[in-house]
């Protein structure tokens, strides 16, 4: 009996799976934890194909990440490079056999009640590169094909130190008062174009947040403006909040934790009502549309299990209305032409995209693609992600991480050892 399997000039197997973790500077910025290191941890996935070609894909590093990446790495080769629910098989049996299948937690912020959808994210986005390698077609057409040439991004503010304690002032500077987060927002919406800006809040008293907002407002009037405190708020307050801002807002991001409060909070305001918390996996989806606790979804294939599981997601929110907008934790460039291809190719993902991208200064991708103008990326269309991998950048960044130190995010330890006895602000206000 025949067996499907792809032409002989088509990649057939993965041969071999190489897992890098890398380390590159990060500004002090602030949130509801604490405040991010001086180093964002990720991992790089290089999956080899036996024909020579090579996929890549990019993940968080924290160690008990990067063990299980490790499992999948050592369970891959031999895997058709096409058969991504295959990939999927192989991640349970891998995280079963080495971790018990136990859920995956984020900076302190997130918990997911498994880890088989961000273990297998990057393989999955690495194995769609291969495919698109193959094929001599860019990722966003594996995805159902692009329908925006080029895809927003907004600015994403953060209040921030001037530097990290013992490093000197960055180029950036204090992030503090309302005239310096407009100077800021000034720089990257001129330097990026952006027309949406983001303001990550819950570092500050509410009153602070919103005079920074007004500002914001004042200073950018047509821009797409939000705030995103993480759920450091009260119900009450959420309300109010909302409440003063609901003319200048486009939507408010995750004000109170959980999905019994951001329903209290959606039922006495207009304002859209977005998450990353509250809604941050598949089973989250039920109770959350039951409860009509938000408007707006933000997407993550890093968290959503990839990009074909994200589009998925997309269809889901499309049938019950709920709004779609992409979330972001600080990224390289394989990151960002995997967020890309995909924003390109989910037709209701109207939001800018969130992105950290102006507060990196190091990458492992060569320049030339992934350029911002008009505050947007165009769709990379050269054959998969259309990036190219800078191996002497990866080794740098690898031997970064070797003598960093770090081995996890830790925002809250590190603002610890800073200011001691602070305590993470969840609903404090
Ligand atoms: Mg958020």
Known sequence: MPTSRPPHDLPGRVSRVV??????????????????????????????????LVGLGETYADQAHLDRLEAVAAALPGADVFDLNGLRRVVVEALGASTGGAGASFGGMLEVSSAVDTVAAPFEVALLDLQG?????????LLGGAVRERVPYSAYLFYKWAGHPGHGEDDWGEGRTPEQLVAQARRMVTEYGFTAVKL???????????????????????????????GAWTVGTSIEVAGRLADVLEY?????????????????????????MCVIAFEHLRPAVAADAVQVVLSDH??????????????????????????????????????THLAAATPNLTYACDTHDPWKTEDVVRP????????????????????????????????????????????????????????PNTARW
Request: charged share 20%; with cysteine; hydrophobic share 40%.
């Open 302 to 339: 890093h968290l959503w299990g990839g990009l074909r599981r994200s589009a998925l997601l997309g269809g889901i929110c499309e049938t019950f209305g709920l709004g779609l907008s992409m979330h972001s934790n600080s990224h390289l460039g394989i990151s960002l032409a995997a967020m």
């Open 200 to 230: 990550k809040g819950g570092v500050h008293e509410p009153r602070h947040e919103i005079e920074t907002v007004e500002a914001l407002a004042a200073e950018f009037p047509g821009h797409a403006l939000r705030i995103d405190p993480n």
């Open 368 to 423: 030339g693609v992934l350029e911002f103008r008009d505050g947007s990326v165009a769709v990379p269309t050269g054959p998969g992600l259309g990036i190219e991998l800078d191996e002497d950048a990866l080794a740098a960044l690898h031997e970064q991480y070797v003598t960093c130190g770090q081995r996890g995010r830790e925002d809250t330890a590190y603002m610890r050892s800073i200011v001691p006895g602070f305590t």
């Open 252 to 276: 408010l991001e995750d004000p109170t934790p959980g999905i019994e409060g951001m329903a209290l909070v959606a039922e006495r305001t207009e304002l859209p009502l977005a998450t990353n």
């Open 133 to 141: 390698k193959a094929l001599g077609r860019p990722v966003s057409d």
């Open 19 to 52: 897992v890098t973790p890398v380390a590159f500077r990060d500004p002090p910025l602030l949130n509801v934890v604490g405040v991010h290191q001086p180093y964002v941890l990720r991992a790089v996935v290089q999956v080899h194909a036996d024909e020579g």
